[in-house]
């Protein structure tokens, strides 16, 4: 695609006024959740993201907050306290994207595994595996709960025996001797809750928080960060005092394009299916399943939005080779489903959505993947040739993204001589502000918030938006050519040219991939997104042969993690 105009003011906005006290590298989740804890506190800060907001590592997550009921295994008990604690503290902040899940772990042993844990975490993941048996299983529940006293929001866990789980579960493999149920929390749209905490924080800070995907660092020169616009190629220099690089896994190459090379990342890349197989959906009982499979990874099974996501691998990963699913994932995947389920038929036709990313783990040597610390740290370096001062964030996860952000904030803080103005504890999220959590709450909210269209209607777009919803209703009710669209029924022409004019789209991927579900589920055929970028490209300016490229990009970028597709689409060239 050849450069051109941009259709976001990102990039307008930071070389209008080329300085600010904080700038932010990286769109991921923890660089969005710091830009609005700063934006909170009434500090300049200005964000950049080489590509759209939430687009890396950020969008590979397997759609849960969790504790890290395993991290307990590797003594990691600051980490599970902190993350149970963020878990719970989510569940009342972010109600219309984070919700109560129930898990299960089905169980072949009764007592492999309660000596080889401990000697698995002196070793560093050294050592024969060994499975982790129900004794070793139920320790670590009880251990897990402990954490929710005082404020927990789940139900404690529950053991059951062969006969009771298969009365449950009863496609589970026969040779189950015992489940082990206990209650995490589901993440049900990760790019949207990150669009709402960009969101939150511009509304925070006003003229003084900026942001803008497509803006990459490039390199420092004279004391400034050097930004590039990736879509017009225009660079200009940026002033900080404090540079926070939260680039996640490219933290080494954003530091390196800095001028200080670094060697503080080990990312592992974690790849996803999904699959529209309605039986598949039908075994797992509403719930996720979550065990071990025989290498001793621990992957999931969990339904969400009609479909059932598996994951995930644990794999070494170059930054510089492509991050995608591949065939012998794929592979992993079908087999383990195969171990757990064992009557259910599953094949490659059954997959609409493929998605791989790298976890922003610190450098480990030889230490299993598996093993890596999930735990985060923030290092410290002037700015080469300046005298700002850059933070690095080692680490990190969706789970604890609001504490990390108030560490980073933080030390921004303290560098800027400024004192914290208030908490981030207990302010809720975008829209999950007055999200209504009855039954009876939300029949209000509905009939309240009509404004003229189907009840129906507006419970779709406040289950796909939270409370933000008034907005979408409002756009749907003052655009007389709305209507739903005719590849996507579910979607309304309204609906996606509000997004795409008041959501920072740039590329009409951000659109399918990160602004709505529309990729996960399978949505993404080719006419239904020729019909989409004919609705968006009067509203972002599109010419003719700049709809027909967005066409063409928006597929290739779906479907990239699927070698099929590239296949089938070569042959058909």
């Known amino acids: ?50 590509d759209d907001f939430i687009s890396g590592a950020s969008a590979a997550s397997s759609h849960m907050i969790h504790g890290g009921i395993r991290y307990l295994e590797n003594g990691e008990f600051r980490l599970v306290h902190e993350a149970v604690t963020e878990r719970n ?73 062969r006969k009771r789980s298969l009365q449950e579960l009863p496609a589970l493999n ?42 990459a660092a490039v390199g420092a020169e004279g004391g400034r960060v050097v930004l590039r616009d990736m879509v017009s190629g225009e660079e200009l220099g940026f002033a900080a005092s404090v540079v926070i690089n939260a680039s996640g896994p490219w933290t080494d190459l954003t530091n390196l394009a800095l001028g200080d090379p670094t060697h503080y990342m080990g990312g592992t890349k974690g790849s996803h299916i999904v699959l529209d197989h309605p039986e598949l959906l039908a075994a797992t009982g509403g719930r996720e399943l979550f065990f071990e499979n025989a290498d001793g990874r621990i992957v999931l099974i969990y339904p969400l939005k009609g479909r059932v996501l598996v994951g995930t691998t644990d794999l070494e990963h170059r930054m510089g080779d492509p991050i995608v699913c591949t065939e012998e ?18 094949d490659r036709s059954q997959i609409v959505y493929r998605f791989s990313g790298v976890r922003p783990l610190p450098g480990h040597g030889d230490l299993a993947p598996g093993f890596v610390s999930r735990d985060y740290r923030i290092e410290a370096a002037p700015l080469v040739g300046g005298d700002a001062t850059v933070l690095s964030l080692v680490g990190g996860k969706w789970t604890t993204f609001r504490a990390s952000a108030e560490h980073l904030a933080d030390r921004a803080l303290a560098l800027l001589a400024r004192p914290r103005r208030r908490s981030t504890k207990g302010v809720a999220i975008g829209g999950g502000n007055g999200f209504p959590t009855t039954e009876r709450a939300r029949q209000q909210w509905i009939a309240g918030h009509a404004d003229g269209l189907p009840a129906a209607r507006v419970a779709t777009l406040l289950d796909r938006y939270g409370t933000v919803a008034t907005d979408l209703v409002a756009a749907i009710a003052e655009d007389p050519d709305d209507a739903p669209l005719v590849h ?15 959501e920072d789209v740039v590329h009409l991927d951000d659109l399918l991939m990160r602004r709505t579900s529309i990729a996960f589920v399978g949505g993404a055929s080719e006419a239904a997104v020729t019909e989409i970028a004919a609705l968006v490209a009067p509203v972002l300016g599109w010419d003719a042969g700049r709809t027909a490229s967005e066409v063409e990009r928006g597929v290739a970028m779906v479907h990239a993690a699927d070698p099929s597709w590239a296949e089938a689409s070569a042959t058909s060239r």
């Open 329 to 346: 994932e794929v592979d992993y995947f079908i087999d383990l489903i195969g171990q757990v389920l064992p009557g259910i038929g599953v």
């Open 89 to 161: 503290a989510l569940l009342r902040i972010a109600p219309h994207y984070v919700r109560p899940l129930q898990t299960t772990i089905p169980i072949f042993s009764t007592f492999s595994g309660v000596l080889s844990a401990p000697l698995r975490f002196l070793r560093h993941g050294g050592g024969k595996h060994t499975e982790r048996g129900a004794a070793l299983i139920k320790i670590g529940l009880v251990i897990y709960d402990s954490f929710s006293r005082g404020g927990g929001r789940v139900p404690r866990h529950a053991f059951r025996g």
């Open 174 to 215: 026969p040779d189950v001797k015992y489940t082990a149920t206990y209650w995490d929390a589901s993440l049900h749209d990760p790019e949207r809750l990150a669009i709402d905490v960009l969101r939150d924080g511009r509304r925070a800070g006003g003229d003084q928080a900026r942001a803008a995907n497509y803006t």
């Open 488 to 502: 996507l029924p579910g979607y309304s022409s309204a609906e996606v040219r509000h997004l795409a004019l008041s």
């Open 1 to 50: 695609m050849t450069m051109g105009s941009r259709t976001a003011p990102g990039f307008d906005e930071l070389a209008e006024r080329p300085y600010a006290d904080v700038l932010i590298v990286g769109g991921g989740i923890n660089g969005l959740a710091t830009f609005r804890d700063l934006a909170m506190q009434g500090v300049d800060v200005a964000l950049v993201e080489r």
